[in-house]
């Protein structure tokens, strides 16, 4: 299982930061609003460590399915934010004040809060899609084995 969620975090990781630099050398990275492309990768990410993970085990329970499809979500982000934090912070000093100014934000205007926003989102996302994903991959009850479990 670790070498599932692992590697789809990683595969994650690195096209969402290739995607990044794909829009760096476009000059469309100012635009915040194109960073929704990135829930698109981690869903099709997601959705296929967790599809992986089914084809791969014998009996495919709900709690194992979510754990891969949230933790690669999580080592994608953690991958991503520290690319971002090393960007911010050693390449485009004046990205974060760019991106902060976008959003019509009136105080001190520091790189942190655009590295919190970065993980915040990133663990949302992979927490919202990996519930998604679970509905539709989970066993259902609505088998003569499965009308057992109920009361």
């Known amino acids: 299982m670790f070498k599932i969620y692992s590697r789809y975090g990683v595969v994650i990781a690195v096209v969402v930061i290739a995607y990044f630099l794909l829009l760096k050398l476009l000059g469309l990275h100012q635009y915040p609003v194109l960073s929704a492309a990135n829930g698109v990768v981690y ?3 997601i959705l296929l460590a967790i599809k992986k993970y089914k084809a791969t085990s014998t009996k495919f329970q709900y709690e194992k399915g979510f754990e891969v499809g949230f933790l690669c979500g999580s080592i994608a ?11 911010i912070f050693e390449f485009d000093t004046e990205f974060a004040y760019n991106i902060l100014d976008s959003w019509n934000l009136n105080f001190n205007k520091g790189s942190l809060i655009l590295i ?5 989102m990133g663990f949302s996302t992979s927490l919202v899609l990996t519930l998604a994903f679970m509905q539709l991959l989970k066993e ?11 009361m």
């Open 140 to 150: 259902s009850w609505n088998t003569s084995e499965g009308k057992r479990n109920t």
């Open 43 to 45: 869903g099709a990410g």
């Open 116 to 120: 919190i926003s970065i993980v915040i």
């Open 77 to 87: 982000t953690i991958l991503f934010t520290i690319f971002m934090a090393f960007y």
